[in-house]
């Protein structure tokens, strides 16, 4: 066409005042958008998208108009960012506060206000703002309440899966195949968490169709700890909720027949190498974390601050919930009271 050489493609940017006077030629000799973009090196969606936007009603492409339109446009503020809205802002801060991750409190905002666009966020938005926080007291604050505490953003690191020798194992291939549909509950997972210098430990349960949490205190991390602890804890579960459990091979559970015995409990054992075969638990204990932090003395707490801990657990919304809370799930039950749980 004469109006000048095509040119490699590069990543978008708006048409100049040059490229703008060249489409609003080519346009009024006829020659189509393809034909333009081509000449201009351009792609056909982004003279098209120029001609959209930068033409008035009723009136043929003109650059000098064009030009002036996109102008004035540049110069209008950018969206406005929603966690600028105050109430927002300190919806986040408090949820924060309370132990709720930014998934948490994005996925409980669209269940509370489902029709109100302007109070949805999304997990990334909250810990974008999170993040290009200036260094100060309220960043180091509010980056201390999410559950990995980063100071800047990273993948998650996995845990190590602990292992031991125990007798008359029942794998979990033997296990019943309706546990894992979730749709009957009784079925649980259990674990130890070791505090400082593995002088001292929690057990840990979790129930995998209410994700409910109970955690039980330990005179130590042996055999006899674990299986006197569990029992303590699972004896005020009803019989009904108490079918099966679901345990790694650490040497912990040596005593699982006598458990089994006591409380009239399955108990089935993972693969080795395989935390996904309790992710429930897996998951779970990683928000057991931010209330027992690696390298503490677990031997400190009551069952009484055990128990209060459970009950923040146990009140937090979950995405595998559909942001309900483990409890709210628990009392559409209906038949069971989770006070019988012991929480």
Known sequence: ???????????????????????????????SLRELAR???????????EVARN????????????????????????????????????????HLAEGCSPEQIAGRLRRAYPGDMKKHLSAETIYAALYVLPRGTLRSALLASLRQARKARRPR???????GQIPNMTPIADR???????????HWEGDLIKGARNGSAVGTLVERTTRLVILARMEGSDARSAREGFTKKLRHVPALLRKTLTYDRG??????????????????????????QRGTNENTNGLRRQYLPKGTDLSGYTQRELNAIAHRLNTRPRKCLDFATPLEVYAQLRHYSPVALGT
Not at 39 to 49: P, Y
Not at 74 to 85: M, N
Not at 178 to 186: H, K, M, Y
Request: with cysteine.
């Open 251 to 276: 040497k912990e559970m040596a005593e699982h027949e006598r458990l089994t015995e006591r409380l009239a409990i399955q108990v089935f054992f993972a693969d080795p190498y395989s935390p996904w």
């Open 55 to 94: 033409v008035t009603r009723g009136r043929p492409y003109r650059a000098c108009t064009a030009h002036t339109i996109a102008a004035g446009r540049a110069c209008q503020p950018r969206r406005r960012r929603k966690l600028v809205d105050p109430w927002l802002w300190q919806y986040v801060q408090n």
């Open 157 to 163: 690191a996995r845990g190590t899966d602990r292992r």
């Open 39 to 49: 000449c201009l090196g351009r792609s056909s969606s982004t003279v098209s998208r």
């Open 1 to 31: 066409m004469g109006y000048g050489v095509a040119m490699p493609t590069r990543s978008y940017r708006h048409l100049s005042a040059e490229e703008r006077e060249t489409v609003s030629l080519g346009l009024a000799q006829g020659h």
């Open 176 to 186: 019943p195949a309706d546990v894992a549909t979730r749709i009957v509950p009784g």
